[in-house]
C-alpha cells in the first residue's frame, strides 16, 4: 500500500483512535462507542473505512459484529510507528485505554455473573442460616472502627448496620422526615454513635476532613449536580480516606424519572472514573456487582477511591 495512502487514512483521529483501541483487543461496535463517546454511525462509517483497505476485518459472534485489526503486509512498520507516537501525543489516548479496561473488565463480571447463576444461588434457595443479613453482619465485623459519611441515607438501615462496627457514622439527607425518623429509630436504639443531620450533599453540614469512609448507596442518580456532591465528599475525607459508590449503571427506562424521582438514568463505569478522577481521587476501580433478571434488568455499579494524601 501506498505510504500517502496509509498516512491519509491513519490522519483522522476518529480512525486512529479505533485502529489503536483494535491493535490492542477485539472489540464491538457498541463497546467502541461507549469508550469513544462517539455516535455508532460514525463509527461504522470508520470502520468501513478501515474495512476497505484491509486494517480491520470482522467476524460473527452470535448477534454480534467483533472487529479486529489486521494490517496488511508493506504497512505494518509504518502503522506500527504511527500507533506507538499516538498513544504518547493524542490527549485521547489514556482516556480510550481506560475505558477498554472498563470493558475488559465488564466482560470479565459478565462471565462472572455467567458461573454464579450455574452455581449455588445463594440467597435463592433456602439454606438453614445462610442469609445475607448474617454475611453482611460478618463483613462489617472486618471493618476497623471508622468515621464514617452515609449520603443520602435515608430511613438509616445501612447507618444502623454500620454503627455496629463503627468509631461514629454521620447520616446525612435532604428530607426532615427521614432525618426525624432516623434519629429517632437511632435513640430508639440506643444507638449512641450514629448521628442524623439535615443537608444537601452537594453542601455538606459536615467539617472538612474530618471523615474516613465515604458511602454514596444508590443516591447519587439523585442529586442534581452530580460532581458537586462528589467534590464535597472529597472534602469531608482525610487523607487517604476512601469513597464507596453504589448507583445504577447506565440505563434507559425513562420511566424511573417519574416512579423514583430520579434525576440522572445512572452512570456507566467511564463515567464514574472520570468523576472520580476530575475530583482527585486515586486507586480508582469501578465494576459492574449485580444484574437484576427482570425488566426493566437495572444492573448496579460500584466504585471505589481514595483521596490522594
Known amino acids: 500500500m501506498e505510504l500517502l495512502k496509509i498516512l491519509r487514512l491513519l490522519g483522522d483521529?476518529?480512525?486512529?483512535?479505533?485502529?489503536?483501541?483494535?491493535?490492542?483487543?477485539?472489540?464491538?461496535?457498541?463497546?467502541?462507542?461507549?469508550?469513544l463517546?462517539?455516535?455508532?454511525?460514525?463509527?461504522?462509517?470508520?470502520?468501513?473505512?478501515?474495512?476497505?483497505?484491509?486494517?480491520?476485518?470482522?467476524r460473527r459472534a452470535g448477534q454480534k459484529s467483533i472487529y479486529r485489526a489486521t494490517v496488511p503486509p508493506g504497512a505494518q512498520s509504518i502503522v506500527a510507528e504511527v500507533l506507538r507516537r499516538s498513544s504518547e501525543e493524542m490527549s485521547q489516548a489514556a482516556h480510550d485505554d481506560e475505558g477498554l479496561q472498563l470493558i475488559l473488565r465488564r466482560r470479565k463480571d459478565d462471565l462472572r455473573t455467567h458461573f454464579d447463576e450455574l452455581a449455588g444461588r445463594f440467597g435463592r434457595h433456602y439454606v438453614p442460616g445462610r442469609s445475607w443479613q448474617g454475611l453482611s453482619e460478618m463483613l462489617l465485623r472486618l471493618l476497623p472502627p471508622l468515621v464514617i459519611a452515609d449520603l443520602g441515607a435515608g430511613e438509616g438501615t445501612l447507618a444502623l448496620l454500620l454503627a455496629q462496627r463503627a468509631q461514629r457514622v454521620i447520616a446525612v439527607d435532604n428530607s426532615e422526615k427521614m432525618v426525624e425518623y432516623g434519629s429517632g429509630l437511632a435513640a430508639r436504639k440506643l444507638v449512641q454513635n450514629l448521628e442524623y443531620r439535615l443537608g444537601e450533599m452537594e453542601d455538606l453540614p459536615i467539617k472538612s476532613g474530618s471523615v474516613d469512609l465515604v458511602l454514596m448507596h444508590q443516591t447519587l442518580h439523585h442529586v442534581i449536580h452530580p460532581p458537586k456532591a462528589v467534590a464535597e465528599a472529597a472534602r469531608i475525607l482525610k487523607r487517604r480516606g476512601r469513597i464507596v459508590i453504589l448507583d445504577l449503571l447506565k440505563h434507559e427506562f425513562e420511566a424511573a424519572r417519574e416512579h423514583y424521582a430520579d434525576v440522572h438514568l445512572g452512570f456507566s463505569q467511564v463515567e464514574l472514573t472520570q468523576l472520580l478522577r476530575d475530583t482527585g481521587f486515586e486507586s480508582i476501580d469501578v465494576s459492574i456487582v449485580s444484574r437484576e433478571t427482570e425488566a426493566p434488568h437495572f444492573a448496579t455499579v460500584m466504585a471505589f477511591a481514595e483521596k490522594a494524601a
Open 13 to 35: 483521529t476518529g480512525r486512529l483512535r479505533v485502529l489503536r483501541l483494535l491493535e490492542q483487543e477485539d472489540l464491538s461496535v457498541a463497546e467502541l462507542q461507549e469508550i
Open 37 to 58: 463517546g462517539m455516535g455508532q454511525s460514525r463509527i461504522s462509517t470508520q470502520l468501513s473505512q478501515l474495512k476497505a483497505v484491509g486494517f480491520v476485518e470482522v
